[in-house]
């Protein structure tokens, strides 16, 4: 009888070490089909600043987690402000320099950066690592803004911003700019794939409405009225839960990655007008 209580208290040990290998490998497998969703890297460089004759500084420099991250430093000359610039989920920075561009031209010095695994930079991208990535590009702009006593402001666009609400929440700067945004995973699940609690389950990945109250600083947000990607509803869901001071603007007729040419000259003049205020 003995010897048969062990037996079967080593079969139980052994049953729940399975149960946990199998909850381990299976939340393995979840985080890799999320992020697979999510996250679109191209490691090809299309364009570099010099094909828009701008100014650039190739930018190498480490996560906290030793991952070799890339980026472009593009001054404006003269220039009170600088963005960090955190991009969408597909494609790389090269993608972004039409829209630097114009940056540029009003006065705003940009750094624009990969996360892991997209253009030149190393790694393989995953959640945790997106926001290494976004905290270690801070800490370049943090020492180029206060060498030149410019004022910092953290932009992110679609999927960036989700990025750039976490620095804007854990990070000093002036002022946050968040553009076709959305508030979690969890609402993108449910607004593209009605599947049963998958709004529930995805709500705490890639969670930018669980992080913005921490933000301090005046907030801008930009969103087409016809945005198929992100809906209007889920930036507005964001901007009502970000603290005061805040501003929502809704671009007629603009899509999810045309705000700023829809729009044209009143989007520069509001971003003007966001940053003179800082």
């Not at 001054?75 to 610039?85: D, E, R």
Request: charged residues 20%.
């Amino acid at each position: 009888m003995a010897i048969r209580k062990v037996i079967t208290r080593i079969l139980r040990i052994l049953a729940l070490l399975l149960g946990v290998l199998a909850l381990s490998f299976l939340s393995g497998c979840w985080n890799w089909f999320v992020e697979k969703q999510v996250f679109f890297p191209d490691t090809t460089i299309a364009q570099t600043p010099a094909d828009f004759d701008l100014p650039f500084e190739d930018i190498w420099f480490t996560s906290s987690d030793s991952v070799r991250l890339h980026g472009w430093l593009i001054p404006a000359s003269p220039s009170n402000h600088i963005f960090l610039f955190c991009h969408g989920n597909a494609g790389n920075i090269s993608h972004r320099l039409d829209n630097v561009r114009l940056l540029n031209q009003r006065g705003i010095s940009v750094f624009i950066f990969d996360y892991r695994g997209y253009g030149r930079s190393d790694g393989r991208i995953s959640e945790k690592g997106f926001y290494l990535d976004s905290e270690a590009a801070y800490q370049v702009v943090r020492k180029w803004a206060d060498e030149h006593e410019a004022k910092l402001v953290v932009f992110g666009r679609s999927l960036g911003g989700i990025a750039a609400t976490h620095v804007g929440a854990t990070q000093h700067c002036n002022g946050l700019i968040l553009e076709s945004t959305f508030t979690n995973m969890g609402a993108m699940a449910g607004a593209h794939y009605p599947l049963p609690f998958a709004e529930r389950i995805l709500k705490n990945r890639l969670n930018a409405v669980g992080e913005i109250g921490g933000v301090q600083v005046p907030v801008l947000f930009f969103h087409g009225d016809n945005d198929k990607i992100v809906p209007i509803r889920l930036g507005r869901a964001l901007y009502e839960a970000a603290p005061n001071p805040k501003e929502f603007v809704v671009i007629p007729g603009a899509g999810h990655n045309d705000t700023f040419y829809v729009a044209g000259k009143d989007y520069f003049d509001k971003l003007e007008s966001f940053l003179d205020k800082l």
